[in-house]
């Protein structure tokens, strides 16, 4: 196909992908998915840089691809495949390895961040390789496009960096990608603590909107949402970031401008904000979560999927690999 080419990962780390996940990048990825020829995938060897449960990791692997499924990414348009079931992600990695220098992966500042938090001696070196397996992820397929969130920008440049560094050396290999962080996409903060991203560490359950949790679990959250006292329905991140949230997050599941949502609050309090935007959540998870439960269901299918997707990846990924072998001297 003559399309240019989208590719980008989600780690399976939990039962449920949240709301920030959804308005903040899956999104993007359906709609993406019409103009672009797309790969999506589901890194699970990247999750095993922290401790994981085998069974768990399983279980979330298969149902992180059905959540993307029932989302809307549609295998028939999308290559969508799990990361370890394509071998060359892993070969990759190992000859972009001795191509990073210790140096250069060590300001990497996720890995600075993460291993100070759990110390040197709990920090695995799959975490401080992690980078170079998500350059080796991104180059095996040769994309245009990818779509991340800001904090995954400084991984971003070294693929570009790693990708440069190969071409000059060995000859034209990889495509340079472009990091493509979506102005539109909404930035979804805790309910909680509306000046913190949702984030599935983040330090309350209560301020996290699981897209397969029951309607009356998250109204419940969304009603208990901090806001502030004046009272007023406005957008402003900075004076009312409780608010403007909640907006955000009504506005992108509506359709539906922050203006034309703040005009029609006028004189309305938060209680009319909150079950709003509860009533728009529920109308959006509960189909979602019944496709959901479909797909998971019949695993035969499901796996038929992943394995096709596989299949496919593969098919770009062979060749690629091989051509980078040859060059090193395999
Ligand atoms: P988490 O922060 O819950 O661990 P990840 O880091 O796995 O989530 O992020 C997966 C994707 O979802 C990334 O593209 C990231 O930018 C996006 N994302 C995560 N949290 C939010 C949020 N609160 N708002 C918008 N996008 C988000
Ligand atoms: N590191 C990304 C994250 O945590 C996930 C990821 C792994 C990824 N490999 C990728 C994203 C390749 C884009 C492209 O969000």
Same mark, same amino acid.
Request: proline letters at 5%.
């Given at each position: 196909s003559d399309k240019q080419r989208v590719l980008s990962g989600i780690q399976p780390t939990a039962d449920s992908y949240h709301l920030g996940n959804y308005l903040g990048a899956l999104k993007q990825?359906?709609?993406?998915?019409?103009? #672009?020829d797309a790969f999506y995938f589901i890194p699970d060897l990247h999750a095993i840089t922290v401790d994981q449960n085998p069974e768990e990791l399983r279980h979330r692997t298969v149902a992180g691809a059905a959540q993307l499924i029932a989302l809307g990414i549609d295998p028939a348009k999308s290559t969508l495949f799990v990361q370890s079931h394509v071998p060359q992600h892993a070969e990759l990695t190992w000859v972009l390895q001795c191509l990073t220098g210790f140096g250069e992966a060590s300001r990497m500042t996720q890995f600075k961040d993460k291993s100070q938090k759990q110390g040197a001696e709990r920090t695995s070196v799959g975490l401080f390789t992690y980078p170079v397996l998500m350059a080796a992820?991104?180059?095996?397929?040769?994309?245009?496009? +990818? &779509? +991340?969130?800001?904090?995954?920008?400084?991984h971003l440049e070294l693929t570009r960096t790693l990708a440069e560094r190969f071409n000059s050396r060995y000859g034209e290999t990889f495509v340079v990608p472009e990091a493509f962080i979506p102005e539109g996409s909404a930035k *979804?903060?805790? =309910?909680?603590? &509306? /000046?913190?991203?949702?984030?599935?560490?983040?330090?309350? &359950?209560?301020?996290?909107? $699981?897209? =397969?949790?029951?309607?009356? /679990?998250?109204?419940?959250?969304?009603?208990?949402a901090v806001t502030d $006292? @004046?009272? +007023?329905? %406005?957008?402003?991140?900075?004076?009312?970031?409780? +608010?403007?949230?909640?907006? %955000?997050?009504?506005? %992108?599941? /509506?359709?539906? !401008?922050?203006d034309e949502l703040v005009a029609g609050y006028e004189g309305a309090g938060y209680?009319?904000?909150? !079950?709003?935007?509860?009533?728009? =959540?529920?109308?959006? !998870? /509960?189909? =979602?979560?019944?496709? #959901? @439960?479909?797909?998971?269901n019949d695993? %035969?299918?499901?796996?038929? *999927?992943?394995?096709?997707?596989?299949?496919?990846a593969r098919a770009v990924s062979e060749p690629l690999l091989d051509d980078v072998y040859e060059k090193t001297g395999f």
């Open positions: 990825w359906i709609e993406l998915q019409d103009s #672009y992820d991104i180059l095996l397929y040769k994309p245009q496009l +990818v &779509p +991340v969130g800001e904090d995954q920008r400084q *979804i903060q805790d =309910l909680q603590e &509306p /000046t913190a991203k949702m984030s599935k560490s983040g330090s309350n &359950p209560k301020g996290i909107i $699981n897209l =397969l949790d029951e309607p009356k /679990t998250s109204a419940k959250r969304i009603k208990s $006292n @004046d009272g +007023v329905i %406005a957008y402003d991140r900075e004076a009312k970031p409780g +608010v403007s949230n909640l907006l %955000a997050i009504q506005a %992108a599941l /509506t359709g539906k !401008t922050i209680g009319a904000l909150k !079950t709003d935007t509860a009533d728009a =959540l529920e109308a959006f !998870t /509960t189909p =979602l979560k019944a496709r #959901y @439960d479909e797909l998971m695993r %035969a299918q499901l796996e038929d *999927i992943l394995a096709a997707g596989a299949e496919r």
